[in-house]
Nanobody
């Protein structure tokens, strides 16, 4: 079992930045993928960014270079640096860990990001 604890959400104005963190504990076997998804009211959950244990990262098309995902493999922590935030980035952001051998997925409880003037 894997337990995820997210932090770093909040209310910011358009153009500002936020950094989300997610610490995983438990059976975080390698290889794995650690990432962030988001869900806005009335919309489906979508991929924001994911980084694999080898270091390869993938981003949602809407990111357009504004966000950077990184991980501290030794600490089983993944970060999402979000710059130039827009009101349409408002959503609940969820951390996810996928254990690639076996395909088990684990989700955090979510952290609210609100971008508003």
């Amino acid at each position: 079992q894997v337990h995820l604890v997210e932090s770093g959400g909040g209310l910011v104005q358009p153009g500002e930045s936020l950094r989300l963190s997610c610490e995983a504990s438990g059976s975080v076997f390698s290889p794995n993928a650690m990432g962030w998804y988001r869900q806005a009211p009335g919309k489906e959950r979508e991929l924001v960014a994911v980084v694999f244990s080898g270091g390869v990262a993938k981003y949602g098309d809407f990111v357009e270079g504004r966000f950077t995902i990184s991980r501290d493999t030794a600490e089983n922590t993944v970060y999402l640096q979000m710059n130039s935030l827009k009101p349409e980035d408002t959503a609940v952001y969820y951390c996810q860990v996928t254990i690639l051998r076996g395909g088990a997925n684990y989700w955090g409880q979510g952290t609210q990001v609100t971008v508003s003037s």
